[in-house]
């Protein structure tokens, strides 16, 4: 009774599902089948809330604790369409095809494109999904249908299609145009558009994707890979498009997060990171400019520390890569005497810690 008596306000929101999407990954091809997987988690309301994740990697450790703190409700099987796999195997669709001439050629080719692909090739999907099944103990609600695959076309799903919701144009990356892991990197920001018509005269650089990856702006890049877009657009993993907002929950104090590395399971942890700790850069390539971080996170000097990881590297080698790109940085001196404001402290997976929580909600 001597506590102080209040009202507290509630309040309900409906929320997109969390979807944790496995891909195939086939070394060779590992970039092409993430992006696959990026094309069809962005064509769902709320694929900002979900992530994409290598099968090879699923049950890698530094994935563990991040994969448990983003509470998925469904870990899906990414169900690709003929026209995705022969985007990454090229001949697959005539070689399934085999003799067939004429007018059945035409309309077995139209069905091979548009129906989902037969993945029996790949014998280490089904397995690395029920093991992350059991292990993650997925939510339940009750007379909720838990959902198995993740298809290309929404339409096959008992999911909400992002068309559906959004309000405004949506732009993503040309999925032809994803085939290294820097490309992959800017992918992830925003969205992959697997029906998107490539322009040959608007293929990026490695400079081009390196900007597009650490520009403040996300959609910079966007706008010159599709110059007639109109002004209102928006990318494709924008919580905006899908009339979403992130909501901060238990004093949650986000501190940037820089992955570093170029294999799968960096990819896999960059998303997860962005979605459990905050702010998260993927950098896959080898030799950071010391105004990458800054043009990303401008609070680069300010209280907040950037926590600098890796899944593939160890802690040593991630100081060596960061500390060579800090010695390079424009030299600042008050007094006569340089000033060392590093903002950034490297740290093995399992410092990666957060207080507090956070999700995606309809706004």
Not at 10 to 31: H, T
Not at 54 to 61: E, F
Not at 68 to 91: C, F, K, N, W
Request: hydrophobic share 45%.
């Amino acid at each position: 009774m001597a506590d102080e008596f209040r009202f507290l306000t509630l309040r309900a929101f409906a929320r997109p599902p969390r979807l944790l999407v496995v891909v195939p990954s086939a070394e060779a091809q590992w970039v092409r089948w993430a992006a696959a997987g990026l094309g069809a988690l962005s064509r769902v309301w709320g694929g900002c809330a979900g992530a994409v994740v290598p099968a090879s990697v699923v049950d890698h450790p530094a994935l563990a604790d991040v994969m448990r703190r983003m509470q998925p409700d469904h870990v899906l099987e990414y169900a690709p369409s003929g026209a995705t796999v022969e985007g990454i195997y090229p001949g697959s669709v005539a070689r399934a095809l085999g003799g067939l001439e004429g007018d059945a050629r035409r309309q077995a080719e139209d069905f091979a494109r548009t129906e989902a692909w037969n993945l029996s090739g790949l014998p280490d999907l089904e397995p690395a999904i029920a093991a992350l099944r059991e292990r993650l103990s997925l939510n339940t609600i009750r007379d909720a249908v838990q959902e198995t695959h993740l298809f290309d076309d929404p339409a096959q799903m008992g999911l909400t299609a992002l068309a559906d919701v959004a309000v405004r144009p949506v732009l993503g990356v040309p999925f032809p145009l994803v085939t290294t892991p820097t490309a992959l990197a800017y992918a992830a920001r925003v969205g992959v558009d697997l029906q998107a018509p490539t322009a040959e005269s608007l293929v990026p650089d490695e400079a081009r994707w390196r900007d597009g990856v650490t520009q403040w702006a996300s959609t910079l890049l966007l706008d010159w890979l599709h110059p007639a877009s109109p002004q209102d657009t928006l990318a494709l993993l924008d919580p905006a498009a899908a009339r979403c907002v992130r909501l901060d929950r238990d004093r949650l104090r986000a501190e940037p997060v820089v992955v570093v590395g170029d294999r799968p399971e960096d990819f896999a942890l960059a998303q997860l990171a962005g979605l459990v700790h905050g702010p998260c850069m993927w950098m896959p390539w080898q030799d950071p400019s010391p105004f990458t971080i800054m043009g990303r996170f401008p609070r680069w000097r300010g209280p907040d520390t950037i926590r600098v990881t890796s899944a593939s590297m160890s802690v040593e080698d991630v100081e060596a890569r960061m500390h060579t790109m800090w010695d390079r940085r424009p030299r600042a001196f008050v007094n006569g005497k340089e000033v060392d404001d590093k903002a950034f402290v490297c740290v093995p997976i399992e410092d990666l810690r957060t207080r507090g929580s956070n999700l995606y909600v309809h706004e």
